[in-house]
């Protein structure tokens, strides 16, 4: 199965939970949210055809949202036909992230919003920018800018272009003769 | 696969579903993009892999319906509440297992042979892959057998970055990088389509064009007019009669809590290698007071998971390459089959049992977490060195997976939970689970390889490859090949169910999951269910007509 999931951080999370107590432990999954916990997620069989909008509760305020926009278009102004952030739509992505009640955006809650009140913080400041590109690479305008080509219907799947085999090719003959 | 078969030879069959029903043509997410989806569709608690994962009401956690694992192990436990189970996702590996695979216990001492061999399993390995299409080629691999000609779709070429790790892993290391074999069709197969080349193949498929049950064999086994589903159905026990026959099975219905029970004339248990354990331990009666088939104390004995490890890097080469469509079926093109069979065999490596390696990367529709991944890596800056930056690392993370064999251990088992219960009132499953020194030297020689090749060719190592192997290897139960519950045997002290899959101990009650394993090979299991399934379906139907089952 995909080794893309050793990439997600809540799998750490929730592995730390399993491992407080000893003995017997009942698998209890991440208890952040759930019936009667007051902080609902958006469950286990969402809709996915039709994405609805998380319905958790922002928490932003007016200062900090309007401090995170010049933080996020500081980092990512407008340039020629992309957008910046703030026009790509990265703070309400941030009033949805921190806000939501599950245990990596519950991490980032208590990490990056000390910093948006003003704590500097290296740590909390690189959280920021990571998820910052992560949320504009992955809006419209990011997909066709990083390069990627597709997410529509092809008849075959074409051969390799030839410049990709070539560049292939040449970076292959540029390997330093193998240790043995 | 045991309820198309079944229907075929022209008898009636009631399906029950825990789960609830699903219709990939009308919910799958084809062309969504992640800013549809809530925060972008990243891995949550909810959808643990990724909002899109076409997997309703279940992961790792099912509310209401827990599991425990004993002190001192780790293991997890996916399962899906949908028609269609966890056909609805998976990798779509389809490897045949080999001659080998059969007989490991005759060749090298450890684990279990099966009770039949290869050339048995061979035709139904042909039907299955005839009927559900599966692209691959012949390729003369040791131990990995070819099908007949005629059966395989034509594979896809290698993505650039399978081209790319195929290049340096054949001609620097003697590695073979070989087209994979894959449930997903390349041209029309009956009356489904071919790939779009497009959409993310774990988000399932609306068009059919790869192997969801759904799609591939629960319509045909409607239009025969012999298949009843009923959904949300949670069998938890197969009552018997005097005789030690099963009589039918109990349920409950999820939705209300309300007991039923269906009588039949034979029982197919195919939950899932650990639920139809759990269903045969609950199943206790005068004839059987620890559980039907469980005699010999051997049901939820045995469990074996695939061992794992990854090796992640940053490969420079596949930097700034120009803009191109890589999708291709969006899972595997190409893996590398166990290439040191001599080797082995001459005792040259220390360990037993082969591995494969399984390549992830390339230029996807940007996800995410893949996002956060290459962010992470960017070197410090603002505005359009910003961009640069990602557009240069785009499609330049590959990870490899380094995939073995577990022999089955004492210590790796599920039981009833003499505590426990789930919100139906009934005992849930608890784990034990330890690797083997068999899979620690197998994963430990897997991830020196990878990190070998990817210092070979200048690579940024992302993984830390300083940890015991025993702490960076996957958790029991996390590569979702759990198999071995109720294996297969000739003699009933060697295991509960006989080589047909029909429980040694009740006539009419067939097994029709991974929990039939004796061995689990390098090979990834579903191609093997099915196979199985198929052929004790033949005999449960023969058996039936001739009045003996």
Known sequence: MPDRRTLLGWTAAVAGMLGVGSGLRAYLGTGATGPGTGNAGYGKDPALVEPQPSSWPRILNDRQRDWLTSLLDSLLPRSG??????????????????????????????????????????????RLRTLALAAWYTTPAGITAIGFVGNEAQPDFAPLPIAVLDHLERAFALLPEKQP | MAAHALTSAGLRVLMLETGRDYDPATETPMFQLPADAPLRGAATPDKEFGFYDATAGGGWDVPGEPYTVAEGSQFRWWRARMLGGRTNHWGRMTLRFGPDDFRGRSLDGLGADWPLDYAELAPWYDRVERLIGVFGAAEGIANSPDSPDGILLPPPRPRAFEHWMGMVMGRRHGIPVVPAHMAILTRPHGDRPQCLFATDCMRGCAIGANFQSTTVLIPPALTTGRLSIRTGMHVYAVPVDGSGRATGVRCIDRANGAVHEFKARAVVLAASSCETARILLQSRSTAFPAGLGNDQGQVG?????????????????????????????????????????????AGKLGFARGCHIEFWGGRRLPEFDDMVAIAQLARP???????????????????????????????????????????????????????????????DFMRRTLADVFRDMGATILTDLSQPIAQVMRPGGHVIHEAGTVRMAARPNDGPVDRWGR??????????????????????PTLTIMALAWRGAHHLAESLKRGDA
């Open chain 2, 381 to 443: 800056g603002r505005g359009d060195a910003l961009h640069a930056e990602m557009q240069r690392l785009y499609g330049s993370l590959v990870y490899l997976s380094g995939r073995g064999e577990m022999i089955p251990n004492a210590g790796s088992r599920c039981e009833l939970d003499p505590d426990v219960k789930d919100r139906f009132g009934l005992p849930v499953l608890r784990f034990h689970w330890a690797w083997g020194a068999e899979e620690l030297a197998q994963m």
């Open chain 2, 301 to 345: 004995h045995n469990l074996m998971d695939t061992p794992s490890v990854s090796v992640a890097a940053q490969v420079p080469q596949l930097e700034n390459l120009p803009p191109f469509a890589d999708e291709g079926v969006t899972l595997f093109h190409v893996y590398a089959p166990w290439w040191l069979t001599d080797e082995q065999r």
């Open chain 1, 81 to 126: 036909t992309l957008p910046s952030a703030s026009e790509a739509g990265l703070v309400a992505f941030f009033d949805e992230w921190l806000s939501a009640p599950y245990p990596d955006q519950l991490a980032d809650r208590a990490l990056i919003l000390p910093f948006l009140d003003g704590h500097a913080d290296p740590v909390a400041e690189n």
């Open chain 2, 503 to 524: 429980l040694h101990a009740s006539a009419n009650v067939y097994v029709a999951d991974a929990g039939l394993f004796p061995s689990m090979p390098c090979k990834n």
